[in-house]
C-alpha cells in the first residue's frame, strides 16, 4: 500500500488521475448523442481509422504531437465523408462503404507504421497509453473536452428536438445538417483526445458503455449527458485505482470496469434489468 501511495505522489500519476476524470467525463457525455442516435457501430469504425492518418502524418512531417492530431481528424474526416460519397454515387449504402474504407485504410496504416519501425507507438495508438500521456496530451484533452461540454450543453434542446423529431426540428428552424456536421466534428475530436489514452481499438468502448449504461437506468434524455459524464469518470478514475494493485493496464482496466458496471445495470435496473422483466413476466 505504501508502494502505491508513494505512486501517487509522483507527477506522471497526478496526470494520469486527471487524464482519466477528464477522458472519462467527456467521452461519457458524448456517449449519451452516440446512444440516442444509435451510431455506436459508425463510431467503432471511425476510431479505427485514426491510425491511417497517423501514419501517413508520421510519414510525411515526422512523429510530433500536432502532426498526429492532424493526421487523426484528417484520416476520419477521408473515411466519414468518403463513406457518404460511396453511398451516393454507387449502389452501396453508407455503412457497407465505411466498412471497405476504414478496413482497408487500418491495414495500410499498420504497414506503413511497421516498416517505420514503431511498433511500440503502433501498440501504444492500438491500445493507448494513459500512464504515458504528456504534458502536451493533457493540455489538448482537457481543451477538446471542454469544447465537447459546452457545445453539447448549448446546442442539447435543438438537438434533443432534432434526434427524436428531425422532421419537426427542421419545421422549427433548427439548422439540422450544420447541426450534424457540428456532432460529427465533436465526436471526431473526442475520439482523438483519447486515442492516448485507450487506442483507437478500445476507444469506442470509453464512447458508447457510459451512456449505454445510464439509457438502462432512465427514460429522461437530459440526464443521459450527465449520467454518462459521471460513469465515464467515475470508471475511469475506479479503473486507475485497481489497474496499479493488479498489475494491469489502466487503459484497457478502464474499459472492463464499464463494461462491468454496463452488466450491473443490466442485470439490476429496476425497470429494464434482466430480473425486472422476468418479474413482470411471471
Not at 485504410?105 to 493507448?128: H, P, S, T
Request: aromatic share 10%.
Amino acid at each position: 500500500m505504501s508502494t502505491f501511495t508513494d505512486f501517487l505522489a509522483e507527477p506522471i500519476a497526478k496526470r494520469t488521475l486527471m487524464a482519466c476524470l477528464m477522458i472519462g467525463f467527456a467521452n461519457g457525455f458524448v456517449s449519451a448523442f452516440v446512444v440516442l442516435r444509435k451510431d455506436a457501430l459508425r463510431i467503432g469504425t471511425l476510431s479505427h481509422s485514426l491510425l491511417p492518418g497517423i501514419a501517413v502524418a508520421v510519414l510525411i512531417g515526422g512523429l510530433t504531437q500536432w502532426s498526429a492530431l492532424a493526421g487523426a481528424i484528417f484520416a476520419a474526416l477521408i473515411v466519414g465523408l468518403g463513406s457518404i460519397f460511396l453511398s451516393r454515387t454507387s449502389r452501396l449504402d453508407q455503412d457497407t462503404a465505411m466498412g471497405v474504407l476504414y478496413t482497408t485504410a487500418f491495414a495500410a496504416g499498420v504497414l506503413i507504421l511497421k516498416n517505420l519501425d514503431m511498433r511500440q507507438k503502433l501498440d501504444e495508438w492500438l491500445f493507448g497509453s494513459i500512464v504515458g500521456m504528456a504534458d502536451s496530451d493533457l493540455w489538448i484533452a482537457y481543451g477538446i473536452s471542454a469544447i465537447a461540454v459546452i457545445t453539447l450543453t448549448a446546442l442539447q434542446r435543438p438537438l434533443l428536438i432534432y434526434l427524436f423529431e428531425p422532421n419537426i426540428a427542421a419545421s422549427l428552424g433548427v439548422p439540422v445538417r450544420l447541426l450534424n456536421y457540428a456532432m460529427f466534428a465533436v465526436t471526431i475530436l473526442v475520439l482523438i483526445s483519447s486515442l492516448q489514452a485507450v487506442g483507437c481499438i478500445l476507444s469506442v468502448g470509453l464512447m458508447v458503455a457510459p451512456a449505454a449504461t445510464i439509457y438502462l437506468l432512465t427514460d429522461n434524455a437530459r440526464t443521459l449527458f450527465w449520467g454518462g459524464g459521471i460513469v465515464g469518470a467515475i470508471g475511469s478514475v475506479a479503473a486507475f485505482f485497481l489497474a496499479y494493485p493488479l498489475g494491469w493496464s489502466v487503459s484497457a482496466t478502464i474499459i472492463v470496469v464499464l463494461g462491468t458496471l454496463f452488466l450491473i445495470a443490466y442485470i439490476c435496473s429496476p425497470k429494464y434489468g434482466l430480473f425486472s422483466r422476468r418479474r413482470r413476466i411471471a
